[in-house]
């Protein structure tokens, strides 16, 4: 199929290259010269001056260090010979501005060239990790311009139609609807495809362990990392913060007040949204008896519940507002861990005893258990699903003669 990239804008690599793609050899999964791609990204990134404006461009740029890649890679070394699928066509969600380097980081790494479609908004994040990364492929890294090319194109343009129908695995990041809208365009027979809809997360704080916690203003800032940095739009920011132990309301009383003074010194929020903040209550209250108001501002709104429901996980807002109940056991979490839940952050909790919670109870979702300050670290395994392995294929080559094993 011709594409036509006419109404497209390349911020990495270029209609030619974008052509070639379904054609281009694939490569083994964590290939040394892709990695060295990505230890000279994250120098770049780290050089620039600005990169303290955006934490989360500074954390992709720790992300892509050199050891921290060697360190993904121990799990693949397992003898299997595997190669990319081919090409990877990747669609970015529009309220992550990073995501998009995240997803195009799990497909080159598996092996493939990758075409991403960006966010229709230009985020200043995306345009300097853009900017590097063509600055790397039309220079030092020019073997790899073939495998990465990032562009932006209106809704109604044809080319997700023609990309979906020329790649080898489709990524689809986004709500509900946008899967059900992507899906409507036909893969090839033997094309991969990996979901990723509408989702929520939660927290989980034991109350005597946040109280003997010694650096408190470091774990809100933690939780503020969490939730604030995204609008709390991201799948896996916390929505909900259930309290365990007998000092819960020691523990509320205390750990709130931080996390409102740090969103209040740095947190820049649309005024639209205390419109939001209070309609999103109202409904919750009418559909969940006993839901209180816990606050009067609008820059951190807090609703307390008798238990947590998915209703009420559905009718959030984001942007700094939390749903809160107490309980004394992590068994107060089963009513919203069905397939939705993806990511429960927490502090105090023993690993042992989310494996206890999850065998006994046996959810379909809580795919992510990690401590606060953890919630968009991206992993290549996302949402229960291992990325390397589902965009890259294994040859399985059998002896026919014994083999000297020397």
Not at 161 to 175: M, V
Not at 282 to 288: E, H, K, T, V
Not at 306 to 317: F, V
Request: aromatic share 8%; glycine share 6%.
């Amino acid at each position: 199929m011709r594409l036509n990239t006419a109404d497209a804008a390349f911020l990495v690599g270029d209609a030619a290259a974008l052509a070639a793609m379904p054609g281009t050899p694939p490569l083994e999964p964590f290939s040394p010269r892709v990695l060295d791609l990505f230890d000279a990204l994250s120098k770049a990134l780290l050089s620039r001056p600005d990169v303290r404006r955006f934490p989360d461009l500074a954390a992709l740029a720790f992300w892509c260090r050199r050891a921290a890649m060697e360190e993904r890679r121990k799990p693949y070394l397992d003898g299997e010979f595997r190669l990319g699928r081919g090409m990877a066509f990747h669609i970015a969600p529009g309220n992550v501005p990073l995501n998009f380097a995240y997803s195009l980081a799990a497909g080159l790494l598996a092996g493939n060239a990758n075409a991403v479609r960006l966010p229709s908004e230009p985020f200043p994040q995306a345009a300097l990790v853009c900017a590097a990364l063509e600055e790397l492929l039309a220079g030092a890294f020019s073997d790899l311009r073939p495998y990465a090319a990032c562009l932006r194109y209106p809704r109604e343009s044809g080319l997700t139609e023609a990309l979906s129908a020329l790649c080898d695995a489709r990524i689809i990041w986004g709500g509900d609807e946008t899967v059900r809208r992507v899906r409507a365009f036909p893969l090839k027979p033997r094309a991969a495809e990996i979901c990723f809809a509408d989702r929520w997360s939660a927290c989980v704080i034991d109350s005597g362990a946040y109280l003997a916690h010694a650096d408190r203003d470091a774990l809100a800032r933690d939780f503020y990392n969490d939730t604030y940095l995204n609008d709390q739009r991201s799948c896996a920011a916390p929505r909900a913060v259930l309290w365990l132990g007998e000092r819960e309301g020691e523990a509320r009383a205390d750990f709130w007040p931080r996390v409102e003074a740090i969103a209040a010194a740095e947190y820049d929020w649309p005024a639209a949204l205390a419109v939001a903040k209070r309609e999103a209550f109202c409904r919750i209250a009418a559909d969940c008896p006993g839901a209180r108001l816990l606050t009067r501002g609008n820059l951190l709104v807090r609703v307390e519940l008798p238990a947590l429901t998915p209703a009420a996980m559905e009718l959030h807002p984001g942007g700094g507002f939390f749903l809160e109940t107490a309980a004394d056991s992590l068994d107060a979490l089963l009513p919203v861990c069905g397939e939705k839940c993806q990511t429960v952050t927490h502090y105090g909790v023993k690993r042992e005893a989310f494996h206890a919670f999850l065998r006994a109870h046996r959810p379909r979702g809580a795919d992510r258990m990690v401590p606060i300050g953890r919630a968009l670290e991206f992993s290549l395994t996302w949402d229960g699903v291992d990325l390397i392995r589902r965009l890259s294929r294994a040859a399985v080559c059998e002896a026919s003669v014994k083999e000297d094993p020397t």
